[in-house]
């Protein structure tokens, strides 16, 4: 049964830059005066280094039949949370803890080999979530049907542009059901003729799918999809409830 428990999570990012030492000095000016440590926005690691704390003591779970919506504003920490739930960064504090076969569409590249042709890395997806030969060839026809990337199927992904890219990763992602689907908003950005094809084929995903967290600033998919919405602020949960109260919240504040 899948199942995910988010406790208590803190994720930081140290602060690096090509001018680090400058910027490194004009941030210890900033945060000389503030209160160190994770509940703080900007703090000192044990290292002395200037660190953001992006998220800050998130705490949720989550069980079969949850669909549940992260919104916030720009910066909110939507993008980390879900980065952090599949696995991308390291909690500092807390954990996060996912029961069942994760699934995420997060980012077209991820996952994927670029020095391989598209079909050697559907092979590799389908290896991964361990699928038998025959499944394996369904899955390519499927993807390939949906890609429509002619004689690309066969060149490098490195030589795919952006639009190509999104198709055969979207077209991948949604072939294989996951039991944990994570998802951020900008899969649901593409051109008007891709999302035309795509809206179908990604209802029936989340449909099939046990656990959905989809982050989005659009209230139309939160009230269509999910059962349950957090309010993220400033790397905090604001707001925790039914889509329409949460909504009613956040499109007055
Ligand atoms: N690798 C990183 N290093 C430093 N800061 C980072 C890093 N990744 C994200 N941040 C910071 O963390 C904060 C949260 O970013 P995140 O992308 O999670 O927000 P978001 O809610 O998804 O925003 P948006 O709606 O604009 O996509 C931002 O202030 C961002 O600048």
Redesign the pocket.
Known sequence: MAAIDVRNLHIS?P?YHGASRSLKHSMAEAVSGWRSGPSAHLARDARARIV?N?LRGIDFQLRPGDRLGLI??????????LRAMAGIYEPIAGRVQIQGLLGTLLDPNLGMNIELTGRENIGLRCRFFGLARADVQDIEHNVEDFANLGDFMDMPMKTYSAGMLVRLAFGLATAITPQVLLMDEWFMAGDASFMEKAQHRLAALVERTEILVV?T?QPDIMCRWCTRVIW?DN?MIRMDGTPDDVLAAYLAA
């Open positions: 990012f602060l953001v992006v916030g504003g720009n910066g909110a920490g939507k993008t980390t949370l982050s600033h993220l790397g």
